[in-house]
């Protein structure tokens, strides 16, 4: 019998503890994926800080560096610039890249480090509780926002991405999702060219994907990504915010 779909290399044979319905499994899937197409197992370090993403290492067949919240960044900075032939990642959810690490965020990003940041975000702090985080939508129910997200009172949603593509430092980002078979193809080519460009000593790059929270959000899987692609998609809209070698077409 052909073999046509197998597990990466790069990703553990474990259970994971992810909540059913959560996408970080999809998004470990492409990363892993992508280290064994790139051939890169062997010399990658990721960085998991706090968050869902917390025990990543039990996941990844790479090595992993665990950071307190909010600075994995500045843990990946230290880690590439005294092993620069090592391919370095961080992965991070958005109450820890947006939240507590927005400062370790920008300025890494400022300053073009050559690592890679994969940024999940689902509007929500997942592994707390479910409060508000800063990418939540407006009129979004949370633990913290009952009534909804009132903008008056708690601010407007960061768009991560298109606040780090004003900055000089960063060579390629770019916002994906994973709610159907299109966008999870979209995915991977994003995260490819991110590792692609570290490895070509290009810069900083971060590849938001658009991910769910079953859990926290009281909805179903399949409910949730409709909720995804009526709500997250319109307002944080897919696609490249800054390429600094696009592909000729």
Known sequence: MTVVFERPKALLDVE???????????????????MDELGIIDKTIGVAPVGCSVLAYEYFACDFHEAAHGRAPAVATGIKRALPQNIVFTYQGDGDLAAIGTAEAVHAAARGENITTIFVNNCIYGMTGGQMAPTTLPGQVTETSPYGRDVKLQGHPIRVSEMLSTLDGPAFIE??????????????????????????????????????????????????????????IPYYPLGVKKDIAPEVK
């Open 16 to 34: 994971m503890h992810y909540c059913p319905g959560c996408t970080h499994g999809i998004i470990h899937r492409l990363v892993a994926e992508v």
């Open 175 to 232: 916002r994906v999702s994973v709610n159907n078979v299109a966008n999870v193809l979209k995915a991977k080519k994003a995260i490819k060219k991110a590792f692609q460009y570290q490895m070509e000593g290009k810069g900083y790059s971060l590849v938001e994907v658009l991910s769910i929270c079953p859990t926290n959000w009281g909805l179903s899987p399949q409910e949730s990504m409709k909720w995804l692609e009526d709500n997250m």
